[in-house]
């Protein structure tokens, strides 16, 4: 399956222009039920805003959809929309609210002001990369850690726990595509001398740097 981009968390991010005030939320969603449902919570939570402006990007059935709610067609939520999907985001709903200042922005004023809505969110929650991985326990000596950990930054994979008991052991996540160079690498540099058990196999998302 293939690899794709996603929001970490849902947050808020909020600007002012010409003293209409925009707040951005977003939040992640695997469904179209999941979508609407964050849409209508924040209409509810804000039904007193001139506007909310919605888009989501779901990976079921390929889903896209948008929504001015009013302002000026092609202005709000197509922006917004435009914004995920230039940056390859999915499985994500965005709900950009407005409270108007009094003060007309214009069709360029009004279009900036929901991308910046949304790219702000979208630095807000943060970008993770979700991708198949190995979930894998390895158990070693003490005397061995420290070699173990420069094994690790050759690889795309992330430390889920860590127990130091009677012996170090470690769970993580590995890319899936990186595995058995991995395993083969493990194997080579400690002579059998770490135990290996894959424990399952399953997408986990890595943060992908500002």
Excluded: W
């Amino acid at each position: 399956m293939a690899d794709y981009f996603t929001v970490e968390k849902e947050t808020q991010f909020s600007l002012v222009e010409k003293k209409s005030k925009f707040i951005g939320y977003i939040k992640p969603c695997q469904s179209e039920t999941k979508a609407v449902e964050f849409v209508n919570l924040i209409k509810k939570k804000h039904s007193d805003a001139r506007h909310n402006v919605y888009a989501y990007v779901l990976r079921e059935n390929n889903k896209q959809r948008y929504s001015d709610d009013g302002e000026p067609q092609g202005t709000a939520g197509l922006p917004v929309l435009e914004v995920l999907t230039k940056r390859g985001i999915t499985d994500v709903c965005v709900v950009v609210t407005r409270y108007f200042g009094g003060i007309l922005l214009g069709t360029g004023g009004l279009t900036r002001a929901y991308s910046d809505a949304c790219n702000g969110a979208l630095e807000a929650s943060g970008i993770k990369l979700m991708t198949e991985c190995n979930k894998v326990k390895l158990c070693c000596d003490y005397t061995f850690y420290n070699t173990l950990q420069s094994v690790f930054s050759n690889y795309t994979l992330k430390a889920e726990k860590v127990d130091f008991a009677e012996k170090v052991e470690i769970v993580l996540f590995i890319k899936l595509s990186e595995f058995e160079k991995f395993k083969n690498d493990i194997t080579d540099k400690f002579s059998g001398q770490i135990s290996f058990e894959v424990i399952s196999r399953q997408y986990f998302g890595f943060e992908v740097e500002k």
